[in-house]
């Protein structure tokens, strides 16, 4: 049963363009969520989703991300014109039911140039 | 104030001693506390999770929680160098919202 994928691992960005982060859930899971996590810093949360459905986008900044998780497929984390501040590490858990089960993919490094 | 505290380290910790790491936060209606360890560049991995109040073993690792003082702390018994690491804490917040501590670096020195 594989784990959690993200791709892709590294992914570098000139100002201005966007990013696509995918995360692929564990087999059975329909629970996904995001964080992101600066240089020497926690993790912070992002957005909670199910399938077809944004349950808890608190954490998102309300310009330039979106994220969906559609029935088919991966979920998406999508930044507009990304800019340098965006540079970090984005990692996505799923989990079946609740979030204390939850396992965390390797994430995926945004380097903004 | 944050919602979850940790002291960022790093700690430093002789080998075979034994590794206390401390956290508290600020919801008193949290529930549900956790422990990650993350090696650098790596992703996080639960540890150990605590509801009561009082102390939870696992091999190595005790987790206590003080509901009353709004503190969780993680002891690491006969601390090994694969034990080097940063460790965060965590609180569920809401239904399915984990909110992290910045979490405390600890290397454990041969």
């Known amino acids: 049963n594989a784990g959690v994928m993200q791709n892709p691992r590294h992914l570098v960005r000139r100002r201005g363009q966007e990013a696509r982060l995918r995360c692929s859930p564990m087999?059975?899971?329909?629970?996904v969520y995001w964080y992101r996590q600066l240089p020497e810093e926690g993790l912070k949360f992002m957005v909670y989703?199910?399938?077809?459905?944004?349950?808890?986008e608190s954490g998102m900044p309300k310009e330039r991300f979106s994220a969906e998780f559609p029935k088919e497929g991966p979920s998406i984390l999508r930044i507009q014109q990304v800019v340098r501040g965006d540079s970090a590490a984005y990692f996505c858990?799923?989990?079946?039911?609740?979030?204390?089960?939850?396992?965390f993919g390797q994430g995926t490094r945004l380097t903004v140039v | 104030q944050k919602e979850v505290e940790q002291n960022s380290g790093p700690l430093s910790v002789p080998e075979g001693a034994i590794a206390s790491l401390n956290c508290t936060y600020s919801?008193?209606?949290?529930?549900?506390f956790f422990w990650y360890r993350q090696y650098s560049g790596k992703s996080p991995e639960l540890i150990m999770f605590?509801?009561?109040?009082g102390d939870k073993e696992d091999g190595r690792f005790t987790a206590q929680l003080n509901k009353a003082s709004q503190y969780v702390s993680l002891l690491i018994r006969d601390s090994q160098p694969s034990d080097s690491a940063t460790y965060l804490c965590?609180?569920?917040?809401?239904?399915?919202?984990?909110?992290f501590g910045q979490g405390t670096r600890l290397t454990i020195n041969p």
């Open positions: 858990a799923s989990s079946s039911d609740r979030v204390t089960e939850a396992f």
């Open positions: 087999k059975g899971h329909s629970h």
């Open positions: 989703l199910q399938k077809e459905n944004i349950i808890d």
């Open positions: 919801d008193r209606g949290s529930q549900s």
């Open positions: 605590i509801y009561s109040n």
């Open positions: 965590a609180v569920i917040q809401g239904a399915q919202k984990l909110v």
